[in-house]
């Protein structure tokens, strides 16, 4: 299986950005995919996550109401669509897979869940 994670770049405080993962490999409808991120010098850590059906989703409690997290199963895509951003979403931003047994809300923010990781995509929000 293979993610490919793009769509990040620089951007101004305020502003907005898509991030798009494509995934290979595997039948994506059956995946649970997800979005972390790591800025520098810091741990991983969740943004959000979407069941493979697409009617669960969920997010760390920062990014409410200003991200959301998408897929479109006919292109093997998940988005993360990330509004009003701020200098401390910097970060490089990671998608992430797994197939489900059972219900993803009490494994939808723990990373070592996902056993699929794409390479990340740089998000830089300038103040």
């Known amino acids: 299986v293979q993610l490919q994670a793009f769509g990040g770049g620089l951007v101004q405080t305020g502003g907005s950005l898509r991030l798009s993962c494509v995934v290979s490999?595997?039948?994506?409808?059956?995946?649970?995919m997800g979005w972390f991120r790591q800025a520098q010098g810091k741990e991983r850590e969740f943004v959000a996550a979407i069941s493979h059906s697409g009617r669960e989703t969920y997010y760390r409690d920062s990014i409410k109401g200003l991200f959301t997290i998408s897929r479109d199963d006919a292109k093997n895509t998940v988005y993360l669509r990330m509004n009003s951003l701020q200098p401390e979403d910097t970060a490089v931003y990671y998608c992430a897979a797994s197939m489900v047994v059972g219900g993803l809300r009490n494994v939808a923010r723990d990373p070592s869940f996902y056993y699929y990781w794409g390479q990340g995509t740089l998000v830089t929000v300038s103040s």
């Open positions: 490999g595997r039948d994506f409808s059956r995946l649970a």
